[in-house]
């Protein structure tokens, strides 16, 4: 299927590994230039000469999207070369520590908003107003399946990615007259680094192994498995696509139907 994207430019964050290089691995494979980042340096370089090979131009970033400083060298750098703006922005960070609800201080709240929602908030504030100037544009976030389905030992996560869906929710009403739809993802339990450290700390906190933790989370979907990053990647593709334009301020989940319920 030609997803009508060809030419496009995007901006994909947290891109060096996991279902944010999928997703520019497959927006690549469609003809789109691309700018990749990451806070480390040595992957994200490594991700630009495996998209490059895809025969796009890629521009690979070493930036930390929790800070101010990485949030403006991303936009200084994007706005140099693409003096117009990109026409299609990815947005993904890491996600902050595990914990109970009351486990944390004031100090890990607020580096955990700066990491989840003040890099939304800053990124779409930098790059859709050149969408909305040429009528053209799309914003995705990738957020968690805590957003329908709150974890226990997540409260960080459950808390702010819920932020950042309201956050886009409302800029999706107020840009789609522009031909900009805004949309986010909310990944299952995805065989990614991630999930392999969130095994390991529910392992330490509960004493199972990780095998069998990770046997537990395959068992709530009807599939029976943990989901591939490709098979986010395609989703979010399509929400990048031209073929999504009567799409926006949705939430996706995709999960295997580990969540229980009609919509």
Not at 112 to 141: C, H, N, Y
């Amino acid at each position: 299927m030609d997803l009508g994207i060809q030419g496009k430019v995007a901006l994909v964050c947290g891109a060096s590994r996991g279902i944010a290089y999928a997703t520019a691995e497959e927006l690549a494979r469609e003809g789109v230039d691309l700018v990749i980042c990451s806070r480390d340096g040595a992957a994200i370089r490594e991700a630009r000469s495996r998209l490059s090979a895809l025969g796009v131009t890629v521009i690979a970033l070493e930036a930390d999207l929790s800070t101010m400083a990485g949030i403006e060298h991303v936009v200084q750098r994007t706005r140099a070369a693409y003096p117009k703006g990109v026409d299609i922005l990815v947005c993904n960070t890491g996600g902050p520590p595990t914990g109970a609800p009351l486990s944390h201080d004031w100090t890990a709240w607020s580096a955990a908003s700066d990491l989840l929602l003040r890099s939304v908030v800053e990124l779409t504030r930098a790059f859709v107003p050149a969408m909305q100037e040429k009528k053209w544009g799309r914003v995705i976030a990738i957020t968690s399946l805590a957003v329908r389905r709150p974890q226990g030992s997540l409260v960080l996560s459950n808390a702010l990615r819920a932020a950042v869906t309201g956050f886009l929710r409302t800029l999706a009403d107020d840009v789609g007259k522009d031909g900009v739809t805004v949309n986010t993802v909310l990944p299952g339990f995805t065989a990614t680094e991630r999930l392999d450290d969130l095994a390991l700390a529910t392992s330490r906190r509960t004493g199972q192994s990780q095998e069998a933790i990770f046997a537990g989370w395959a068992s709530e979907s009807p599939l029976g498995r943990v989901g591939r990053p490709e098979e986010l990647a395609s989703v979010i593709a399509f929400l990048c696509s031209a073929r999504s334009g009567f799409m926006t301020g949705q939430a996706v989940l995709v999960d295997g139907g580990a969540v229980k319920s009609l919509v």
